[in-house]
């Protein structure tokens, strides 16, 4: 027995060693449960962070979707109207083509090739929610093809172009308006000589007027001969090509040189009395092949 300094008994309190181990075991177990809680909460947490984010990347991502497909779709109604303008520029060259009597190359006939026909119009209104894998098939198809279209469409033009070009060259080189102001004093054919009285063939177009009165190109050409020629006086003669050739004959005086390039209109010489002439006066002949032609077929003014 145990006594304090008041002389009163002691109590003593006896745990036993199973007490305390499952007091430990318990405490253990409170503090791996509280661990336990503490990570999954923070784990929860971060999974919550990750998903709301991966959530966010989603949607934008969605967006983007959405965006790539209205482009898609906006180049799809780019396609088909770029298909109808070369298809309406096609018939606008086969329209030009017909009024200038030129032949349709059996190329152009179909500007989409051979056998081929106008693609279908492509559709530019699919959902947006909706895959568009077979849409850009048809716009890759479709391309090809305004591709291929574009090609032809381009030699087309440029066919047609060259053969306009040598049409413009022919009506600038052939001639058609009058060389010189006047009367006309003689015409093309046969005729009574004013100097011997006989009968004869006048190659060309005599117009009088005054002695100086300009004379002019009737097209363009280049100057092919400057000088006297016999009873026509002093002469110029210029070279249109295609086998057509003029010449101004009496003339008081030339104002080009041989090789000088000249155009419709322009002034080439003076009207004279050069040769032998009754007063001054243009002798015009127009020679296509060598052969004298009448000149009052060529005037259009």
């Known amino acids: 027995m145990i006594l304090n300094h008041t002389g009163t008994r002691i109590k003593n309190l006896t745990v036993s060693k199973t007490i305390l181990r499952l007091i430990g075991f318990c405490f253990a177990t409170f503090l791996i449960l509280f661990a336990f809680l503490v990570y999954n909460y923070f784990d929860s947490k971060n999974t919550l962070i990750s998903k709301l984010k991966l959530e966010s990347k989603v949607a934008v991502q969605n967006d983007e979707i959405i965006s790539q497909r209205k482009q898609i779709q906006k180049f799809a109604g780019q396609m088909t109207s770029l298909k109808s303008k ?76 060259k ?45 009088a007027d005054q002695k100086g009165t300009t004379i002019i190109a009737t097209a363009d050409g280049i100057v092919s001969f400057v000088g ?46 050069t040769g032998r002439s009754t007063g001054p006066h243009i002798h015009y002949e127009i020679f296509l092949n060598g052969i004298p032609v009448d000149p009052s077929k060529y005037i259009l003014n």
């Open 86 to 161: 070369l298809v309406g520029l096609n018939g606008f060259e086969k329209k030009i083509r017909i009024i200038a009597n030129i032949d349709v190359p059996d190329e152009q006939n179909n500007i989409f090739g051979v056998g081929g026909s106008i693609p279908e119009d492509l559709d530019s209104d699919l959902p947006l929610t909706t895959k568009h894998n077979s849409l850009m098939r048809e716009m890759h198809v479709q391309t090809r093809q305004l591709n291929l279209a574009s090609i032809h469409q381009e030699k087309g033009f440029k066919s047609l172009f």
């Open 163 to 207: 053969h306009l070009e040598g049409q413009r060259n022919l009506l600038s080189s052939t001639p058609a308006i009058r060389p010189a102001k006047g009367w006309i004093s003689s015409k093309f054919g046969y005729r009574k000589s004013p100097f011997t009285g006989l009968r004869e063939f006048h190659k060309g177009l005599d117009l």
């Open 228 to 273: 006297s020629k016999g009873y026509l006086g002093k002469v110029i003669k210029i070279d249109h090509g295609h086998g057509m050739v003029t010449l101004y004959g009496h003339t008081k005086k030339v104002l080009k040189k041989r090789g000088d390039t000249v155009k419709r209109g322009e002034t080439i010489a003076l009207m004279g009395n």
